[in-house]
């Protein structure tokens, strides 16, 4: 079955580390997408990708990063200048523009970060 | 600029009692309008969208949502819920034209608990 594989699903960080989150999926989509949530404040997102080797800024940038070298994966990476990084992270696919509004994303299970 | 609107963070309701979940939406524009689930620790799930036409949709487990374009609403409602139904839900709108994936614009979830 197609979907979406987010790894690992719990992880832990330590003050000044860097982490990667990782992010395939086999559904054939062009357009991928990370959010973070925060209890109380819905999804917020981080970066977008319509194409390989290609990504945008979200509306929370700030602190993470991003590759798409191919199109199955979309890794983020929270680095030691995101400040508060504890939070559930989803990462999400579609096809791109008119395929997006009408099927929507699909989402993956979400990777629970957390600062120890 | 879009924005939605959940206007209840938390909605109690009783097993085998109706349900109305509510979202309000702005945008400028004609959109696009989701409803996701999301059970603890998972992704979320589309459970049911808007694009044009009849403005009673209907979606999976039982529920449905209204499109008012003149209330700029989309609630969702389902007529017996059952403690299955505990899980946070999403409204979420996409702007109909326009290029780009820049993603989905989400309000800020309401947590549907159920009693028994």
């Known amino acids: 079955d197609g979907g979406i594989t987010q790894s690992p699903k719990y992880l832990f960080r330590k003050e000044g580390q860097n982490v990667t989150l990782s992010c395939e999926q086999n559904?054939?989509?062009?357009?991928m997408y990370w959010y973070r949530q925060d209890p109380g404040q819905g999804l917020r997102l981080i970066y977008y990708?319509?194409?390989?080797?290609?990504?945008q800024k979200g509306d929370i940038a700030e602190g993470y990063s991003v590759s798409r070298e191919k199109k199955e994966s979309f890794p983020l990476t929270v680095t030691s200048a995101q400040k508060n990084p504890t939070a559930f992270y989803l990462c999400?696919?579609?096809?791109?523009?008119?395929?997006?509004?009408?099927?929507?994303?699909?989402f993956g299970s979400g990777t629970r970060l957390t600062v120890v | 600029a879009q924005s939605v609107t959940q206007l209840d963070s938390q909605v109690p309701v009783f097993e085998e009692a109706p349900v109305e979940l509510r979202c309000n939406y702005s945008?400028?524009?004609?959109?696009?309008l989701f409803w996701y689930v999301q059970y603890p620790n998972q992704g979320l799930q589309l459970l049911l969208k808007?694009?044009?036409?009849?403005?009673l949709v209907k979606g999976i487990n039982g529920f449905e949502a209204e499109f008012n374009k003149s209330q700029t609403s989309f609630h969702l409602r389902k007529p017996s819920v059952h403690i299955s139904d505990t899980a946070e839900y999403f409204c979420?709108?996409?702007?109909?034209?326009?290029?780009?994936?820049?993603?989905?614009?989400f309000g800020k979830g309401t947590h549907l608990i159920i009693q028994p």
């Open positions: 808007y694009l044009s036409g009849s403005t």
């Open positions: 990708s319509q194409i390989v080797n290609d990504f």
């Open positions: 559904l054939n989509h062009d357009a």
């Open positions: 945008s400028s524009v004609s959109v696009y």
């Open positions: 999400a696919s579609s096809t791109p523009g008119q395929g997006a509004r009408v099927s929507g994303y699909t």
């Open positions: 979420a709108l996409g702007p109909y034209s326009g290029g780009g994936a820049d993603g989905l614009t």
